[in-house]
């Protein structure tokens, strides 16, 4: 039986670029083979929905690329029992993986066009235990903290405080930090009410998420 080109083509994605970034946790790779990533996608740009890149959205805003996700998501650890905030749904895919994942997601957009697409893909994939709110990530969602695992689908300069205190005490946030050409992915477990625990275990680049401070690059 010979399986059709999309299906071939979400195979390759996951064991030419995915396996071989390290994602070996057998249920990640399992919900990338289930979560049909071509239907978070616009109609222009299916034809490259399992391509080793980032694809456009439309706003400014793209998907990350299949590898950064499914590794992000591996190297977090989601548990059945998380509550979960994202900021920067996008088209709504990450939000589906974490939900798969997780007991409860809350996923943070800016753009309302986005959140409109976030939720009917969502709804066409029957993800049910995800929110998607048009607000602004960056402050996070202090009101339904803390959280368990705080993802943000995205690079920033520097993660802010006002995250870190919606982690529940070991909670996880993770995040792309620093500025091109060097980023890292940085995982931020919050240890007591005022300790942090952080890692960078390797180098990855991503866009920036809107409205997260920028370092200045004035000396005084």
Avoid at 140 to 166: H, K, R
């Amino acid at each position: 039986m010979t399986s059709s080109p999309i299906e071939q083509a979400r195979f390759n994605m996951i064991e030419q670029q995915v396996r071989p970034w390290n994602v070996l946790d057998g249920e990640v790779l399992s919900l990338l083979s289930e979560v049909k990533r071509e239907n978070f996608v616009t109609k222009a740009y299916q034809g490259i929905a399992f391509a080793d890149l980032e694809v456009p959205l439309g706003h400014g805003q793209v998907m990350l690329a299949p590898r950064l996700e499914a590794r992000l998501l591996q190297d977090l650890s989601v548990q059945k029992t998380d509550k979960v905030l994202e900021v920067g749904t996008g088209s709504g895919f990450m939000a589906a993986l974490l939900g798969h994942r997780a007991q409860r997601v809350l996923s943070l957009e800016l753009v309302p066009e986005l959140v409109s697409m976030a939720r009917d893909n969502l709804q066409t994939a029957g993800v049910g235990n995800v929110d998607v709110r048009q607000a602004d990530g960056s402050q996070g969602a202090a009101a339904d903290g803390p959280f368990d695992v705080i993802m943000l689908s995205g690079s920033v300069a520097e993660v802010p405080q006002a995250l870190l205190q919606q982690l529940k005490v070991g909670g996880r946030l993770a995040a792309v930090v620093g500025e091109e050409p060097v980023m890292c992915a940085t995982f931020i477990t919050r240890t007591s009410d005022t300790n942090f625990r952080t890692t960078k275990p390797w180098d990855t680049i991503a866009p920036r998420l809107q409205n997260f401070a920028e370092h200045s690059h004035f000396s005084f």
